[in-house]
């Protein structure tokens, strides 16, 4: 069963900045995609940000010029988020994914910006 484990969440100021990282327990390499999704009170999981394993990155409208998504070892992601807004606030969910459709998830860290 794959585990992926998010860490990094917290309580930041808006303008602010936050890294997430997601450890899995297989490499990147097993996957298809590895990515963030993010879910606010209220509303739909959204996609944040994804990599695939050859390094070809994808952004949200919203997480383009502040978010950075990266490999940071074998299968560690992390997600380098700046200039942060209230609205940003969220729990931000790990996922993988491979070819065949099959997608796991993280439980999830959350995020809040607020003065």
């Known amino acids: 069963q794959v585990q992926l484990v998010e860490s990094g969440g917290g309580l930041v100021q808006p303008g602010g900045s936050l890294r997430l990282s997601c450890a899995a327990s297989e490499t990147i390499f097993s996957f298809y995609h590895m990515g963030w999704y993010r879910q606010a009170p209220g509303k739909e999981r959204e996609l944040v940000a994804t990599?695939?394993?050859?390094?070809?990155t994808n952004y949200a409208i919203s997480a383009k010029g502040r978010f950075t998504i990266s490999v940071n070892t074998k299968n560690t992601v992390s997600l380098e988020m700046n200039s942060l807004k209230p609205e940003d606030t969220a729990v931000y969910y790990c996922?993988?994914?491979?070819?065949?459709?099959?997608?796991?998830w993280g439980k999830g860290t959350l995020v809040t910006v607020s003065s």
């Open positions: 996922y993988a994914d491979r070819r065949n459709g099959m997608m796991y």
């Open positions: 990599i695939t394993s050859d390094g070809t």
